[in-house]
């Protein structure tokens, strides 16, 4: 059997080390884990009771339009229902923009160290990406506009971006926005919308009337704790999100997925919680980093990347013997380590555990 030639050399996505993998591996009673962005202070107690509802109508499939959610989420973000499309994760919306305006021959832009779900997907529907270089670490707004061509369908914007953290400013975005050509969809992704407290960074949503051509991404997997649960969003103009429907699977989020997300929308006193102790806990991290003489991105999620001064994979080889999963292997940032903010406890133990390996450079372990 054979697949189709250009998925072939198509690289699978490495997710984050499981705990239970770590564990058993490496025979440690706890593992602490900073390497997918999760929210470790779990999610809304609404959740559960909204949950348990579902729990005797597992027989009957859900709705396949998810018209209770996109009621509560367009209410909340103040767009009409059908400017709302959501996805098995806000991975699976990407999917669908891709399979809905990408063909052989089409262009799409994105950063050159970025989200790489944009070009995984890009790439599955033969389109070409071309991947502009981030200026350090953040987004090149003015190379990505010069890089636009007649066959450009998409530019990509990830912000936060993942993994730098860093972030583009309302003004930087407008003046962007005001030049692209607007048959050219600009795709913000929001992923950790709710994290950022900087001021100059701008609401995509608010975009919307005034830039057609703008899909915002959302997801409930960040700070509203429900990534296991596989439920994201896309905003948009109700044309587009209309084109992204019809390349959509009949029943694509669950039933308990949409209850929960719709009782997690409910709860913006969590989300207000989990946004000021993200702020702290990144302080910590930061001031750590300070301390050891380290330097970092500008972060503005729930995550951060410092530069270990050495080849950083070596390095998350060491801490993971320790019980510490975080992240590494990013190609153009080698020694470059990115670490989730986790409860005050956790980010103790990834400081402890981060300098005792890299002490240990060079030594045999
Ligand atoms: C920037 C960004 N976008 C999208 C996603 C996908 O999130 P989900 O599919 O869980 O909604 C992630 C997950 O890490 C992300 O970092």
Sequence with gaps: MQPKAHIVDLPVYQPGKPIEEVQKEYGLSEVVKLASNENPYGFSPRVKAAIEEELTKFNLYPDGGAV??????????????????????????????????????????????????????????????IEVPLQAGKHDLEAMLAAVTDRTKIVWICNPNNPTGTIVSETELRSFLDRVPSSVMVVLDEAYFEYVTDEEYPDGTKLLSQYPNVVVLRTFSKIYGLAALRIGYGVGQASVIRSINQVREPFNTTRIAQAAAKAALADQEFVQSCRT?????????????????????????????????????????????????????????????????GSPRENEIFIRTFEEALNEQGATV
């Design 277 to 341: 102790k993200n702020a702290e806990g990144l302080l910590f991290l930061q001031k750590e980093f300070d301390r050891l003489g380290l330097s970092h991105l500008p972060a503005n999620g729930n995550f951060i990347m410092v530069d270990t001064k050495q080849p950083a994979m070596e390095l998350f080889q060491r801490m993971l013997q320790k019980g510490v999963i975080a992240r590494a292997g990013f190609k153009l940032y080698p020694t470059y380590l990115r670490v989730t903010v």
């Design 68 to 129: 209770e959610l996109t009621a509560a989420v367009a209410e909340y973000l103040s767009v009409n229902p059908d400017q709302v499309i959501f996805g098995c994760g806000s991975d699976e919306v990407i999917a669908l923009i891709a399979r809905a305006f990408l063909s052989e021959g089409d262009e799409n832009i994105m950063a050159d160290a970025t989200f790489s779900v944009y070009k995984s997907n890009a790439d599955i529907e033969k389109a070409t990406s």
